[in-house]
């Protein structure tokens, strides 16, 4: 009866976040009727004895609370900061700087799908600094597309590549990054380097060698004629008089992190926050004094503690809702229903990591987002870990890399929405161009997790 009702209800999360329903409200709702179930059906505590306030109903509220006060002062507070980070980085042009400086060498070259496979590489490496996917899709909209438009490839090729550049979302700028690692209790410098970047490789390459032959082939197969869309961004390139050294200032915190870091034995503990504030204080003193307007630059911080709003109204909301909603699932039983099923049929280890890959993937399919799934999923992580006895990262890294893969496949993600915004290319011809890379590179991540890590 219970698996039955918890079935239903995540079908309907997936129908009323595919009808465009607010998924911070459905995940909400789903949690609250979830853990209303665990109560009158299977007179599940929600909160042990010592934590509870007495009434089993209105310890669902409570917890609630917890879990915005433990969410926004920990890894919300890095969520935001990234967020206002980011948002400055573009502001001042030290994004774009950046951009233009590691796109130039592709000018050179005269064989557009060997700039496409160059493009995807080149786009996750962005990606570690540039946090964002839709931001990063933007400016190689801006920058890159043009090239391979004017080189020969397709825009409908083009607009697939782009894309898909910010798919594993590396590096301890990402929010799903910084989730995994603490989830795994691992610094977040550490789980990059040491995680992340092993597997990545192989993934990367994987990718881009597939997107060369899909995007190829696609080409010189298809009928349509020149895809029936602009070949030029709609987005007007400023003429910027950014400096080029301006490229520097979004790379900063990774240099920080990795210097001050476990690797390199530092006595000095730097965190994702302090490495961001400490790049966003330097440009901001440089900005000063290259524009001679000192009210005017610090006037601009409003610019990134709008930004950190924004951050905590639609991504520290939504990792609550995914922690509530995945609370519920846990609460009336469904995943260690799961997980005894996986034990007790004597699959072992990978076939539980496929199991959890699987409901993420499909998850970021549905949703269109990597953030939803992954937010919602994660917390499980350690205790299907402990179930099979394994570290929590053997688990945490495969969903949390797999969450962005499948994104990728979405057409209502808005990543991929951005990008056919600007080429306009439909999206669901885009995501049968991303869809045969992205398996590819989901079934890299697996072999490859399971030969490192397994």
């Keep these: 009866m219970i698996f039955f009702i918890t079935l239903f209800i995540i079908f309907f999360v997936g129908y009323f976040i595919v009808k465009k329903f607010y998924p911070q409200g459905v995940l909400f709702v789903a949690g609250f009727l979830l853990l209303c179930t665990a109560i009158l059906l299977k007179d599940t505590p929600i909160l042990n004895e010592k934590a509870s306030i007495g009434s089993n109903f209105l310890d669902i509220f409570q917890y609630l609370k917890d879990t ?217 003193v440089i900005e000063g004094i290259r524009k001679k307007t000192f009210k005017n630059t610090i006037s601009e911080l409003k610019i990134i503690f709008n930004s950190m709003g924004s951050q905590f109204a639609a991504v520290i909301t939504l990792i609550v809702a995914g922690q509530f909603f995945a609370y519920g699932l846990t609460k009336v039983g469904v995943i260690n229903s799961i997980i005894d099923w996986t034990k007790n049929a004597g699959l072992g280890v990978q076939p539980m990591i496929l199991v959890m890959t699987a409901v993420i993937s499909a998850s970021s399919v549905i949703m269109g987002s990597g953030n939803a799934p992954f937010f919602a999923f994660a917390a499980l992580a350690p205790t299907v870990a402990a179930s099979v006895n394994i570290d929590p990262v053997v688990i945490a890294m495969p969903m949390q890399l797999a969450s962005g893969i499948a994104r990728s496949v979405s057409p209502i993600t808005a990543v991929i929405v951005a990008v056919c915004g600007i080429s306009g290319v439909s999206p669901f011809l885009v995501v049968r161009r991303t869809f045969l890379p992205m398996l590819v590179g989901l079934v890299v991540l697996l072999i490859s997790n399971m030969v490192l890590f397994g």
């Design 68 to 284: 915005f006060s433990k969410t926004t002062a920990g890894l919300g507070l890095t969520i935001m900061v990234v967020g206002g980070f980011a948002k400055y980085m573009d502001h001042i042009g030290a994004s774009k700087a950046l951009v233009k400086i590691t796109t130039k060498p592709m000018k050179k070259l005269n064989s557009p799908y060997l700039v496409l496979a160059l493009t995807y590489i080149l786009g996750q490496i962005l990606n570690i600094f540039i946090p964002s996917a839709s931001g990063l899709g933007v400016l190689l909209m801006v920058t890159v597309y043009p090239i391979l438009v004017s080189l020969g490839a397709s825009p409908l090729s083009a607009t697939a590549v782009i894309g898909t550049t910010a798919c594993l979302d590396l590096g301890p700028a990402s929010g799903n990054s910084v989730l995994a690692a603490k989830t795994a209790n691992l610094d977040a410098a550490l789980y990059f380097v040491k995680y992340q970047l092993p597997v990545a490789i192989f993934v990367i390459i994987a990718i881009a060698i597939t997107h060369y032959f899909v995007q190829k082939i696609g080409d010189k197969n298809s009928t349509y004629d020149d895809f029936g869309v602009k070949t030029k961004s709609s987005i007007d390139e400023e003429d910027s008089n950014v400096p080029n050294f301006y490229a520097i200032f979004p790379i900063i915190p990774l240099v920080v992190i990795l210097a001050f870091s476990s690797l390199f034995k530092s006595s000095i503990k730097m965190n994702v926050e302090v490495a961001m504030l400490l790049s966003v204080t330097v440009s901001m």
